[in-house]
T-cell receptor, first 113, second 116 residues
Framework: QKEVEQDPGPLSVPEGAIVSLNCTYS??????FMWYRQYSRKGPELLMYTYSSGNKEDGRFTAQVDKSSKYISLFIRDSQPSDSATYLCAMSAISGGYNKLIFGAGTRLAVHP | SAVISQKPSRDICQRGTSLTIQCQVDSQVTMMFWYRQQPGQSLTLIAT?????????ESGFVIDKFPISRPNLTFSTLTVSNMSPEDSSIYLC?????????????FGSGTQLSVL
């Protein structure tokens, strides 16, 4: 079993839809949870960052962490064609003062006009 | 945040040759990371490069295949040696920044490598 599981998609939605992206994980020591967005032929860029459980909102994006279920989500409201990208979840735990990120495989999202 | 310049952006190489990828950061950073991103798979950490010391390699990666240099606090190189088609992948350098534990990673735009 992988430490982080993420549905690879692809996910295709119409413009304006609400998108839900999800990851599950097995390591209960994870404390930091991140979502990265990666456009084609570009490196991943940090989109959302959450420490421990709870919700965090930034514009049209909401990140949720449920540590009891080992489940994290990213919601995109009013999705736009410019949101078309691969979304990678990532998480980490502090180990000996060093922070190693574990990534999901990424979900490809296509938002069509 | 950090601005990371990586080059080349892409290359097509012959089997058995080597390619060196360069990574330049616009600020001094303690640790730089090299990742591999194979199609449809997670980003996989190859090694961690600290300035002034040997790189630390993850399981499955060895120095002879992926030698790394870290001559100063803003620059690193990764060499993919004796390449085979299985090395075709995107290679990414990254640095960390953030709060007390530097838990956020920033990435370069990657090097798309194709080995024939």
């Amino acid at each position: 079993q992988k430490e982080v599981e993420q549905d690879p998609g692809p996910l295709s939605v119409p413009e304006g839809a609400i998108v839900s992206l999800n990851c599950t994980y097995s390591n209960s020591a994870f404390q930091y949870f991140m979502w990265y967005r990666q456009y084609s032929r570009k490196g991943p860029e940090l989109l959302m960052y959450t420490y421990s459980s709870g919700n965090k909102e930034d514009g049209r994006f909401t990140a949720q962490v449920d540590k009891s279920s080992k489940y994290i989500s990213l919601f995109i409201r009013d999705s736009q064609p410019s949101d078309s990208a691969t979304y990678l979840c990532a998480m980490s735990a502090i180990s000996g003062g060093y922070n190693k990120l574990i990534f999901g495989a990424g979900t490809r999202l296509a938002v069509h006009p | 945040s950090a601005v990371i310049s990586q080059k080349p952006s892409r290359d097509i190489c012959q089997r058995g040759t080597s390619l060196t990828i360069q990574c330049q950061v616009d600020s001094q950073v303690t640790m730089m990371f090299w990742y591999r991103q194979q199609p449809g798979q997670s980003l996989t950490l190859i090694a961690t490069a600290n300035q002034g010391s040997e790189a630390t390699y993850e399981s499955g990666f060895v120095i002879d295949k992926f030698p790394i240099s870290r001559p100063n606090l803003t620059f690193s190189t990764l060499t993919v040696s004796n390449m085979s088609p299985e090395d075709s992948s995107i290679y990414l350098c990254s640095v960390e920044a953030g709060t007390a534990f530097n838990e956020k990673l920033f990435f370069g735009s990657g090097t798309q490598l194709s080995v024939l």
